[in-house]
């Protein structure tokens, strides 16, 4: 139907998103104002949050963002508005929290508002909707995210953020922020490397010997529906108890609470994905091609490196994909049971009703996700070769 | 040369391949037929001990096969079957160079090989070699299916239904280009088929297969001319017999002294084909020339249909 009348075809998704942008225009508070860090903040409109000339670069930038949306098809050209929109938004949020500062108060805190948040998804939405039509290589998308990254990299050191109340908090904390962030890097990626390393052989002997799939399997699963919190209390006993009767655990840094259950936890709960994925990966590789690898006398070794695990490694890939996005996000919970990482901020936040805080620990956890699941999306593309 | 011996699987009480014994000489193309489940592929995948008999034993020019490590013992002897089973991450040439890289040839020799493959089953190397198996027809995906079953020069190939996939026309072609290469190459080959017409036009002796058991092991113009069972008779295609024994005969040996009129036929024609020209062209007689073009003598209906004539 669309192709009877091209021009005057509105975009579905683009309609969606042009209404959102006329909500974060005109009806939402671009900023959020709070006399100091934990009392009840005041909105701040567009006009209000910015000098005339900052305001009206936001809403013409956002009204012909929402016209390229609602109206125009190719991607090329959305992709532009939607990079365009968010280039100009974001740093200018920065500006809005100095036009709004008081001169010289250093207790009042500006964080983004609805507005701003709104106006930030639509364009996201916008862009994520364009790259997925370009259908863009593993490369070229390998390629955006290292920008990106960069991007916000230089936004952040450029210090147009500075007096937004997110950077407020982080430059009281940056030695520890940091000290998180290692911490968290190292349970989520370290608890996965460590299901790797059991969760392969797993599933490969799973895989060989029928009769310990479905035992294997149904163990993981169990694992799987524990609570995470749940799970972390079970742990706290058992490794408690270790850390008393046995000193090399306690000098292996092995306690009851800390790093050492919220590891043991992520890793249990990674172990699933990977070995199920490995399972599956192997046993879709055709019958003839390992009739055939057999036929030409490869040896189990053989067929297993030079056959089975390439023609595996996209699902199992695939599996530590979905792992290591999980254990990012559930790296955050540690944090209750004195494991640190990100969610540290996160439960301080909450305990201080400080918001900003909060999203010091939330914000990097969410783009942390964001850019493993794009490179891990890209790595299994480039593994991907021939039908399948 | 391959020497079955009262070969015998079991599985649990059924019993899908009943001592079968059978001897393919050095060279030759024996061809195992029979209806489906009858136990062709079995047979055949006990030869490389893909299937570990039940007893019995398999000797390859006088050894016994037991005696050789699985997979060295497969290494030397070549495996086709129907799906190709090519590995579908590695290029046409990495995956003709399977045996000869487990074997350790070096890489000279190894693309020397394959280049030496591609131009024998007419794939252009400068075309084909980087290509990837999903990017082949499955005329190309067999033609590579068998030349990667050649590339270690396996004194023995085993074929199980190669060519089954593909369409008549195709398959007529990759048949003939079989029978060349082999007299090339001169390796002894047990193919399994399905297609009767295949069977007698590449086997040298064919094996009929039913219900585990082996009925008749034979040349083919004797499993026409004495089946040794009803079924082998029926499998033969009762009314088609006389026809493919036509096929199998040449004028040559129902050549007769003396002169006819018309186009003359070559020596090397078959009865079957020169009949049907003789019905085409409404004649009783042809002349018949030599490969020089030099007359020899005549062929007629009636020796024709002499040589087409099945004991009572
Ligand atoms: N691993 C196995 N376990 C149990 N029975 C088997 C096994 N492999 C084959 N069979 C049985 O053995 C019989 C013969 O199988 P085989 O594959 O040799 O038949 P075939 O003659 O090659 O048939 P087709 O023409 O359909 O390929 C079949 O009834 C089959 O079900
Ligand atoms: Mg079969």
Redesign the interface.
Known sequence: MSSLRPHLSLDRLGSVIAVLIGVALFASPFVVYRANRIVAGEGRMLTAALPPAGALGIILTGIGVALCAALLRNPLPRLAAAILGLATVVPIVGWSATFVTPLGNTFARVSPGLGFWLLALAFALLAADALTRLRLGPWVRLAAIAVAAGAIALLLLSGAWNDLSLLKEYANRADSFWQEARQHVWLAFGSMAASCLVGLPLGILAYRVRRLRAAILQILNIVQTVPSIALFGILIAPLGYLATHVPLAAALGIRGIGAAPAFIALFLYSLLPVVANTITGLNQV?A????????????PR?RLWQ?EL??ALPVILAGIRIALVQNIGLATVAALIGGGGFGTFVFQGIGQTAIDLVLLGTLPTVALSFATAIVFDAIIDLTR???? | MIEIEHLTKRYGETIVVDDVSLRVEEGTIAVVVGTSGAGKSTLLRMINRLVEPSSGRVLIDGRDTLSIPEDELRHRIGYVIQAYGLFPHRTVSQNIATVPRLLGWDRKKIAARVDELLDLFQLDPGEFAGKFPHELSGGQQQRVGVARALAAKPAVLLMDEPFGALDPVIRSKAQDDLLAIQRRLGATIVLVTHDMNEAFHLGDRIAVMDQARLLQYAAPAELLTHPAEPFVEQLTGTAERPFRLLSLTRVKEALEPGDAEGEALVLSTTLHDALARLIALGKDALPVIDASGKAVGRITVERILAHGRLPA
Request: glycine share 14%; net charge positive; charged share 15%.
């Open positions: 055709p003839a091609v390992t009739d055939a690898a057999r036929g030409m006398g490869l040896s053989q056959v390439p023609l070769r021939g039908p399948t």
